[in-house]
């Protein structure tokens, strides 16, 4: 099974961060060029321990859901989202924060499998892990953009 993984470093208070990490809102907005919409589950505001969302994208030129479920969760060290339902034959994406003075690093780990066997194997070395990898870049990247300004504010309601 291919892993990505990623090492964003934030300067930016760690519950900031984690939250923004786990804020359904803030995924639509760095997913608006395949227009995900969450549409059942936990559709808006943080998710939360085996709490689950079902999104629907484009991808590839088709519209696919795909809900995913918190199984591990420990604010604000790290929580663990798996795939329940969607396109893929499974999905385990791991997220990791730790305190580096005045930073956090984020560490993404998504560990996936791609169905339709040999073919699958082809699309991971061809397309899909290069795909997968600029999705979760660009998720991090607004994740960054509103952590490191008030935007987060905007997102996380005290």
Avoid: C
């Amino acid at each position: 099974m291919p892993i990505i993984k990623l090492q964003t470093i934030i300067k930016a208070n760690k519950e900031v961060v984690f939250d923004l990490s786990r804020s359904i809102d803030l995924h639509k907005i760095s997913t608006e060029h395949t227009n995900e919409q969450a549409i059942a589950g936990k559709t808006s505001g943080l998710i939360g321990l085996n709490e689950s969302v079902t999104w629907r994208a484009k991808h590839f030129g088709i519209y696919q859901n795909l809900t995913s479920k918190i199984t591990e969760f420990n604010r604000p060290n790290y929580f663990t989202d798996e795939m329940q339902n969607g396109s893929f034959k499974k999905f385990k994406h791991r997220h990791l924060f730790t305190e580096l003075n005045d930073e956090t690093l984020m560490i993404d780990f998504f560990d996936y499998e791609s169905p339709l066997g040999i073919l699958g194997l082809l699309a991971n070395k061809v397309f899909l892990k290069k795909y997968m990898t600029a999705l979760l870049k660009k998720r991090n990247k607004i994740i960054k953009e509103f952590a490191e300004s008030d935007k987060w504010k905007e997102i996380i309601i005290e």
